[in-house]
């Protein structure tokens, strides 16, 4: 999953950008407006966490724009702007959850995880591909009932395939989703991530067909 968090208070976002990635989410930050807009337009993302009082273009503006374009991902407001009229315009802007500092961490994580299982949105938890299962709460692979241990990145890159089951993806496609925009990503960086996975997911199951297939010149592809 990708979140893309827009705050300013470059103290707060580490903080929360670290607790984040700890869940294994992958997090983008902006730290004013126009540049949250910018990757919101540009960028595939799971949820946007988005503060109000931003320089450049405030959180409301933002939100507007967003919804303006089209883009239906979940928008979740964490702001110190806590009255009923500010959730209120959070809202009829295009908000799905407002939630106001200081907040428990704990309470964060799981209004995330409330968004992303929302009915528009549908993420399921357990994905399967095959003999292939994939339990994005748990954060457990098996094959054939056998469980595989994934490093986080594997894991998101695993999960992303899974969620594109039988569909080709270009490794431009990859990189957006799977690292953060401001990554040091090498050429042939998808290639050794892609590489990692077919040792741990096919490669030890000689009896089973292979998953991921290279689709040359176009991505990758997993499925039968």
């Known amino acids: 999953m990708k979140i893309l968090l827009v705050e300013d208070e470059k103290i707060i976002a580490g903080s929360i950008k670290r607790g984040l990635e700890q869940e294994n989410y992958v997090v983008d930050v902006a730290f004013d407006g126009i540049s949250g807009l910018d990757l919101a337009s540009t960028s595939d993302y799971d949820i946007i966490i988005l503060d109000r009082l931003l320089p450049g273009m405030d959180g409301i503006e933002v939100t507007k724009k967003i919804r303006e374009q089209k883009i239906q991902t979940p ?22 959850d407002y939630l106001t500092k200081p907040f428990a961490f704990e309470e964060f994580l799981a209004r995330i995880k409330s968004l992303l299982k929302r009915p528009a949105e549908i993420k399921d938890q ?31 890159l695993l999960e992303y395939l899974m969620r594109n089951a039988n569909k080709v993806i270009s490794k431009e496609k990859i990189i957006n989703h799977v690292w953060n925009y401001d990554a040091d990503i090498l050429p042939n960086t998808v290639e050794v991530y892609i590489g990692y996975l077919r040792n741990k997911i096919d490669k030890p199951f000689k009896n089973k067909p292979c998953l991921i297939h290279t689709v040359w010149g176009f991505g990758y592809k997993l499925g039968k």
């Open 75 to 96: 928008i979740l407001f964490l702001t110190a702007k806590g009255q009923v009229g500010d959730k209120v315009e959070g809202f009829k802007a295009g908000a799905d």
């Open 126 to 156: 357990i994905l399967q591909v095959e003999d292939l299962t994939l339990d994005t709460e748990q954060f457990e692979a098996k094959r054939s009932d056998k469980k595989i241990k994934l490093s986080s990145k594997e894991f998101g």
